[in-house]
């Protein structure tokens, strides 16, 4: 699903220029491998998607939103592009911050814990 998500964000802003899609398209790319994707666990994978969706999504927002408010505008539409934008980037961080808690969680518990008694009764966890 997230990679037809982006593939439409990036075919719906960016219908003018097919080389505009494919560099997009590159770094959505780039990014997911630099965020380890290929090995994450199934739900930091979810995650990942999430957060090059939500990218994607703000930085044409930033593109829009800066034309908009370069054209002659009322206040009404300038404060509409400003919560569009404002909300964007509220998802985009919340997306950072969910994946980076996620990451933390799932390498702070031991996958495998073993208990064994020493003489003297004892006992020492071991965690692998």
Sequence with gaps: MAKRT?????????????????CVLRRVEEMRAQLGYCEAPPLERLLIDQV???YLNLYVLEINTAGKLCESHTTEAGL???????????????ACETLTRIRKLSRSIPLLQVNIA????QQVNLAQ
């Design 6 to 22: 982006l593939d439409h964000l990036c075919r719906t802003y960016y219908k003018e220029s097919a080389y505009v899609q494919e």
């Design 52 to 54: 090059l969706v939500c």
């Design 80 to 94: 509409y592009w400003d919560r569009r934008l404002t909300g964007a980037q509220r998802r985009f961080t919340r």
């Design 118 to 121: 020493t003489e003297g009764g």
